[in-house]
């Protein structure tokens, strides 16, 4: 549930709103793409997204077609950028969210 306090607290600010919205915006679009390109389900092809922007990269599932492997470079490139400033910011906001309960 503290996930979604902090997510929540931090919607009120609009630049971290706007990185929320971005890392879900990547989120969808490669699972859509994935699905598209790849032919795989809807959970395998955001299973791909989350384990290669988080870089753990498993290598269960890997693109096997051109079109989808020139998409792959730079979604990562611009995904991982954006995972991690995510996972910045959330540090952050669940930190003064913190902060400010004890200040009460």
Do not use: H
Not at 9 to 31: C, E, H, K, M
Not at 57 to 82: C, H, M, Q, R
């Amino acid at each position: 549930m503290r996930f979604f306090r902090v997510i929540k607290y931090g919607l009120n600010d609009p630049t971290s709103r706007a990185l929320f919205i971005a890392t879900g915006v990547v989120l969808v679009l490669g699972t859509f793409v994935y699905t598209g390109l790849e032919g795989w389900s809807v959970f395998d092809s955001f299973y791909f997204c989350v384990t290669t922007l988080t870089t753990v990269g498993f290598g269960d599932p890997a693109p096997e077609s051109t079109l989808a492997k020139a998409f792959t470079i730079p979604y990562i490139l611009a995904g991982v950028g954006i995972l991690m400033s995510f996972a910045s910011t959330y540090l952050r906001l669940a930190r003064e969210l913190r902060e400010q309960r004890r200040a009460e």
